[in-house]
């Protein structure tokens, strides 16, 4: 399979999480608001989330990737089922651990995690309760990162870019259904939307199974002590180790500035929480069409390359992806900056979504706009760390990050809240992209091919257009008075978002640039 085309099919299948993602975000947002019990569910389900992102889809997989796809190539099939049979006991036992540790030490880490969420009892304690029934969901999405990363090896990316579809359906299904029911039972409704959450890990780990089955790479998950023990002497699997214990540090830091931000955001008034988190929905949908779907292809292709010691094609999978991002993820950013107003009134203006709640998650969107070409560009960049096993400077970028976040944090929050926020890691993420670019220019690993200059005018060109189109659009209709008017609204946004696509593609491909022939490249 191509890149462009293993790039479209993640990227489709990233769309169709989105969407479904941004339909449950629409539930939540219409029948509870930003209240302290949509606070309250926002920080028990990020708990989880943090977890899986530092053992799953973190550390665990930036480790994994690398190792296996060269035992692959070097040893063959054999040798790398049982790595993957020795991984998956090591992770399972672990996972069993955590969760249980997760659920008792529940009360703790919602304090560490937010403790102004206490000026309000009742949503403090919904928070408790919903982390403890949705802590064992680590377990399950740390074994699907498992499967996805043995599944993109071997260039099945389909089926794990189509999971999380799953989770958005389960807690669609969970909002609609079973908020309701709970309600007439006397129970916070919002206890639907953890229930939601477990039923979609578990959906998400059961179609794994049949796709590692065809390829037979099923791991047998050793249940015994000696089993343990054979897996954790494995030098394989001590490789791993090795490699995550310093990936652990730097995605446990990128984490840390997430627990400090809500811990923040806790503190500031009722709602703020939650006016991230819908603001976060929205822009994860640039960052994940482009630099998850470019980094979950790019990881193993730039692993198979170092490992074979083809150094041009290394360079070059990174100046494909380079230009991705470039290409595409300024006219995202930029209109973010200039029409997220438009979007969020006529995506969450609806129900118990007030007027006031548009403005503040529209605050909280353009300071993630401010960023977005850094966000995804990382995502392309340390994969090219991680194919040579290098995570060490990826961390040590990460560490001083923080402290600039923070710092960025000190001077932004008191003057915009939780746009504050927002902003302090878009630029951060701008700091981090731009050192890691740095990094691999000075080692040689990365060699820019020529046309750079060129390529660059054109984008110009056509992002200018698109700032002054945007800017017209925005204020061509009263979109919040709209509101009892939804497809009228939706109408004039889908008009003028068709309109914008066209402005953007039009001047670059007036200024000299073949869009078709450039992803083909």
């Not at 389960?170 to 259904?177: D, G, N, R, Y």
């Not at 490699?243 to 997430?258: C, E, K, Y």
């Not at 390359?305 to 950013?333: F, H, T």
């Amino acid at each position: 399979m191509s890149l462009i085309k293993s790039v479209s099919t993640v990227s489709l299948w990233t769309l169709a999480s989105r969407i479904t993602g941004l339909v449950r975000e629409l539930l939540v947002a219409a029948m509870f608001g930003a209240s302290a019990m949509t606070d309250a569910f926002n920080v028990a389900f990020r708990i989880p989330n943090l977890f899986r992102r530092i053992l799953g889809e973190g550390a665990f997989s930036q480790a994994f990737v690398p190792v296996l796809a060269t035992t692959k190539a070097q040893q063959g099939d054999e040798a790398t089922h049982l790595l993957v049979d020795r991984v998956a006991t090591l992770l399972a036992w672990a996972l069993v651990l955590l969760c249980t540790a997760g659920v008792i030490l529940a009360p703790l880490l919602v304090w560490g995690m937010a403790s102004g969420l206490q000026k309000d009892p009742e949503g403090y304690h919904a928070t408790v309760v919903m982390t403890r029934f949705m802590f064992p969901y680590i377990g399950f999405m740390s074994l699907v990162a498992m499967a996805s990363g043995v599944l993109n090896t071997w260039k099945r990316f389909a089926v794990s870019a189509a999971t999380p579809v799953l989770l958005n359906v389960a807690m669609i299904a969970a909002a609609w259904l079973l908020a309701p029911w709970l309600q007439t039972q006397g129970w916070p409704p919002i206890y639907a939307m953890a229930m939601g959450v477990m039923l979609g890990g578990v959906l998400q780990l059961a179609v794994q199974i049949p796709a590692l089955k065809s390829l037979g790479m099923l791991p047998r998950i050793g249940l015994t002590w000696q089993a343990v023990r054979l897996a954790a002497a494995d030098p394989e699997t001590r490789r791993i180790g090795s490699l995550m214990l310093p990936a652990l540090l730097g995605v446990g830091v990128a984490q840390i500035s997430l627990v400090i931000n809500t811990q923040i955001a806790s503190h500031l008034p009722t709602g703020s929480v939650s006016w991230l988190t819908y603001a976060d929905r929205l822009m994860e949908f640039p960052t994940a069409m482009l630099g998850v779907a470019l980094g979950v292809v790019l990881m193993p292709q730039l692993s198979g390359a170092k490992a074979a010691g083809d150094a041009d094609q290394y360079s070059s999978l990174l100046d494909w992806g380079l230009r991705i991002v470039v290409l595409l993820a300024v006219p995202c950013s930029l209109g973010l900056l200039t029409f997220a107003k438009p979007i969020v009134a006529v995506l969450y203006h609806y129900g118990a979504f007030s007027e006031l709640d548009v403005q503040q998650t529209t605050n909280a969107l353009m300071g993630w706009g401010a960023g977005l070409v850094g966000i995804v560009a990382i995502k392309v960049l340390a994969p090219g760390y991680y194919a040579r096993q290098d995570i060490k400077t990826p961390v040590r970028i990460a560490v001083v990050v923080l402290i600039i976040t923070q710092l960025l944090n000190l001077v932004l929050v008191p003057v915009f809240k939780q746009a504050g926020l927002s902003l302090s890691i878009s630029l951060g993420a701008m700091v981090n992209a731009g050192w890691l670019l740095i990094g691999l220019l000075r080692s040689k690993s990365y060699r820019p091919e020529p046309g750079w200059g060129r390529f660059m005018l054109q984008v110009l060109a056509g992002a200018a257009l698109l700032v002054i189109y945007l800017l017209w659009a925005a204020g061509l209709v009263d979109w919040v008075a709209l509101r009892s008017h939804t497809w009228l609204r939706m109408g004039w946004l889908a008009m003028l978002l068709l309109g914008a696509m066209g402005v953007y593609l039009g001047a670059v491909w007036a200024a000299g640039l073949n869009v078709r022939q450039f992803l083909r490249r």
